[in-house]
Nanobody
Framework: QLQVVESGGGLVQPGGSLRLSCVAS????????IGWFRQAPGKEREGVGC????????NYEDSVKGRFTASRDNAKNTAYLQMNSLKLEDTATYYC???????????????WGQGTQVTVSS
C-alpha cells in the first residue's frame, strides 16, 4: 500500500519538545519533497514547513521559525519534524504530505497521511 504515516504526537507541556515522524511505505521518499501541515479545531489547515528531496531547502511558517526543524533520512524512508519550545497555540493535528517533485514549497501532494495529534497543555 502506497502511503505515508505520521507518528510521534502526544501531550506535552508548554516549552516541551516532540519529534514527529513521517514514514513512507510502498515507495521511496528520495525524489519527494515533504511538507508538514497542521489543523486546529475550528481553524483552517496551514502549512508548517517543507523540506526538499535533497535537504537543500527548508521553508517554515513564520510562527514556527526557530522552533521547528524539518529533516529527513532517506535511508530510513522517513521525514521528521522536530518541534521545540512548544506553545499552547501549536496544539493541532499534524500531517505530512509527499510531493513527487523535489522542490519546496509543495504545490500539490501525491500522498497525505492520517495525522497525529499534538496537544500542548499545562
Amino acid at each position: 500500500q502506497l502511503q505515508v504515516v505520521e507518528s510521534g504526537g502526544g501531550l506535552v507541556q508548554p516549552g516541551g519538545s516532540l519529534r514527529l515522524s513521517c514514514v513512507a511505505s510502498g515507495f521511496t521518499l528520495d525524489d519527494y519533497a515533504i511538507g508538514w501541515f497542521r489543523q486546529a479545531p475550528g481553524k483552517e489547515r496551514e502549512g508548517v514547513g517543507c523540506i526538499s528531496s535533497n535537504d537543500s531547502v527548508t521553508n517554515y511558517e513564520d510562527s514556527v521559525k526557530g522552533r521547528f526543524t524539518a529533516s529527513r533520512d532517506n535511508a530510513k524512508n522517513t521525514a521528521y519534524l522536530q518541534m521545540n519550545s512548544l506553545k499552547l497555540e501549536d496544539t493541532a493535528t499534524y500531517y505530512c504530505a509527499a510531493q513527487s517533485d523535489p522542490a519546496c514549497p509543495l504545490r500539490w501532494y501525491d500522498y497525505w497521511g492520517q495525522g497525529t495529534q499534538v496537544t500542548v497543555s499545562s
